[in-house]
């Protein structure tokens, strides 16, 4: 498929830099919606995130993570593509495209209260561009370093512009010290163009250590310093939902004490992928999914 003009051209010699978004970020009139949602919408619009406390009961939480250990110990599972390692070790980093593994987490991600925040968002129908279980295993879960999805989406799977949301469900207790999201707010105002030429089936390598499409450390400097740094931290069941062009990452985690998380990334129907604008071959279907079919909620 042949693209348009790229708007956001990253890598492939380019070089580092910072611009200003061409993109909206909430693409429905705020106005419009109930006074509880409204505030949300306006602070995700300012902030590039915004959390929603103990979305999910304690008894829905418990369901779920009974469910993650049956997939963790699933022989078959950890040896299938979809399931991403640790790069120093056997651990599960993370299960990709569960949506299309296990039907209790398809069921979670069209539940009706996720996808009412998604869609006042994008302001169109979605469908999920990724999915994926994160764990940060204790002692061992390593880091995330800092990026913004959308650079990535961008250049590796051709996501023309700015419309997707990311949703990440606690599963287990988010504290400061156990390897929490952190986010720069305010970042997804800008979009940081990264150097290098990505390499051919870079998502080997970079699922589990990312090398490309990097923000440099000058450029992080002035994101951190303009707005600072905040951290998700919630009982299981709390949701973030951020922006594609949100600034984040997360540390390692060195406690006793797990985190595990579901990922939801949906796109605008109206923002479907075309060609990677890297000019490398699209990334596989588990990471990056071509089936545009919008869903439908689900209570």
Request: hydrophobic share 35%; with cysteine.
């Amino acid at each position: 498929m042949r693209n348009a003009e790229d708007l956001y051209p990253s890598r492939m010699g380019h070089g580092a830099g910072i611009r200003k978004r061409l993109d909206p970020v909430v693409y429905t009139d705020i106005q419009d919606h109930a006074e509880d949602l409204a505030g949300k919408l306006k602070f995700f619009e300012e902030n590039g995130y915004v959390i929603f406390d103990q979305l999910f009961a304690y008894e829905e939480v418990d369901l779920f993570n009974q469910e993650l250990k049956i997939l963790l110990g699933d022989d078959a599972l950890r040896n299938r593509a979809e399931t991403i390692r640790e790069p120093a070790s056997d651990e599960i980093r993370s299960i990709f495209s569960i949506h299309t593994i296990n039907t209790l987490f398809d069921s979670l991600s069209r539940d009706a209260r996720i996808l009412k925040v998604v869609e006042a968002i994008v302001g169109s129908c979605v469908y999920i561009h990724q999915s994926r279980l994160n764990f940060k295993p204790g002692f061992e879960g390593k880091e995330f370093y800092w990026h913004s999805d959308f650079e990535t989406w961008h250049v590796e799977d051709g996501m023309p512009r700015m419309r997707a949301v990311s949703c990440s469900i606690a599963l287990s207790d988010n504290y400061v010290f156990n390897g929490s999201l952190m986010v720069i707010p305010g970042s997804h105002h800008y979009y940081v163009a990264c150097e290098g030429t990505t390499p051919e089936q870079h998502y080997k390598q970079s699922l589990r250590k990312q090398e490309y499409g990097i923000p440099d450390r000058h450029t992080l400097e002035q994101l951190v310093r303009r707005n600072g740094i905040e951290l998700f931290v919630g009982n299981a069941g709390s949701v973030i939902f951020f922006d594609c062009n949100t600034m984040h990452g997360s540390n390692g985690n060195i406690t006793p004490l797990p985190r595990s998380n579901a990922f939801f990334v949906y796109n605008s129907i109206e923002n479907t992928l075309a060609s990677p604008f890297g000019g490398i071959a699209p990334r596989p279907e588990y990471i990056a999914s071509r089936n545009f079919e919008p869903i439908a909620p689900r209570t």
